[in-house]
């Protein structure tokens, strides 16, 4: 089963760092990057930052290692990781993810 993991990191040039070497490790089939303004409460405060925001594309049964990989690599205390079973989608494309996330890992 394919998945969809959502995390988010600053600035834009760890976002390139993390994925490519999702993409490199293959733990990922691919990884989108967006934009985005976080708003949420920290230390008692609500805060605002700019984010970059990472779709990744990837088998479910490589959560753990990707979760591990992530938690090595982000600056944030508490990173946003979230996981989402993906239950339909293009059954060529699907097939693709499953292909290019095999082996490797490092």
Known sequence: MSALVVVTTAPVS??????????????????????????????????????????????????????????DMTPYQTPEILAHPVTAGSRDYLKWIDEVTGESHD
């Open 14 to 71: 760890h976002a390139h760092k993390i994925a490519k070497t999702l993409v490199d490790r293959r733990l990922a089939a691919c990884v989108q990057m967006d934009d985005v303004t976080s708003y949420y409460r920290w230390g008692g405060k609500v805060k605002t930052e700019h984010e970059i925001r990472l779709t990744i594309k990837t088998r479910a049964e490589l959560y753990d290692v990707l979760e591990k990989t992530l938690c």
